[in-house]
């Protein structure tokens, strides 16, 4: 028998640096592909808003068909608003207790209220009023009857509307305050119409806060993204994250002669 030798081969570990660049190497593709990620999911977020803007024309419709044409009331003098009713809870995953816009309707039910937060709103705004009622879409005032705090002003009708696929019905909504970001149930115009109209101008814009972009309905029913911001000249409006749907109140003013 002849003697065999037998060879082991010992496996050299890794070193420290080639484990740091192991390291640096993955750091690196992760900081690629997160921003990535992040754009990615914003867009589905965004979808779905645009899809809860739509929800929402579509029940401003049928309103509307409830109520001899006219538009769904922003405020009732019990501090109820469109959204939300004055037992309004936010939980961060929707608002719950039907508003005055859910209660016009037929066969509606409190589980669509979801349709009412913006999924881009949690964890966004200022928790000490995001925390509340308001979940991230404005109305514009120029539509609904204003009467809380003995705001005097009566909305109008579908009929009045002059043209149906440029008047905004709702809108992200939020504000400025003092650098921080706010959200608002109100959507305003930039300009004022005459001293009376001064209960249309509440502290709500236009929330610019998918990626740049905002998404807002319109009287005919169709849904659109925005991308710009126009600042309208108003005082704590940065023309950026916040602004306005248009430089004037054409995308406001159902009577706007264009």
């Known amino acids: 028998m002849s003697n065999q030798t037998v060879t082991y081969r010992t496996r050299t570990p890794f070193t420290l640096i080639e484990l740091l660049v192991v390291i640096a190497i993955i750091a690196i593709l992760a900081g690629m592909l997160l921003p990535a990620l992040q754009k990615a999911r914003e867009r589905g977020k965004s979808s779905d808003c645009l899809g809860n803007i739509r929800q929402l024309g579509m029940f401003l419709q049928q309103y509307t068909l409830n109520s001899n044409d006219w538009f769904c009331t922003a405020s009732n003098p019990d501090g109820d608003r469109w959204d939300v009713n004055e037992d309004k809870t936010y939980s961060g995953q929707g608002v719950t207790g039907e508003g005055i816009l859910l ?23 200022n928790q000490s009023y995001a925390g509340s009622s308001v979940a991230g879409y404005g109305y514009n005032e120029f539509l609904g009857a204003e009467l809380s705090y003995g705001g005097t002003y009566r909305g109008m009708k579908t009929t009045q509307v002059r043209t149906p696929s440029k008047t905004a019905t709702f809108a992200d909504g939020g504000y400025l305050s003092s650098g921080k970001e706010e959200l608002s149930a109100h959507l305003r115009a930039p300009v004022i119409r005459a001293v009376q109209d001064y209960d249309l101008r509440s502290v709500g814009t236009a929330s610019f806060r998918h990626a740049g972009n905002c998404n807002a309905s319109f009287v005919d029913g169709h849904g659109e993204t925005q991308q710009n911001a126009h600042s309208g000249n108003v005082n704590g409006v940065d023309g950026k994250r916040f602004g306005f749907l248009s430089q004037d109140n054409r995308k406001y003013d159902p009577a706007y002669r264009f």
């Open 103 to 125: 209660r016009g309707l037929s066969g509606k039910s409190k589980n669509q209220t979801k349709s009412f937060l913006c999924p881009s709103v949690p964890g966004l705004f």
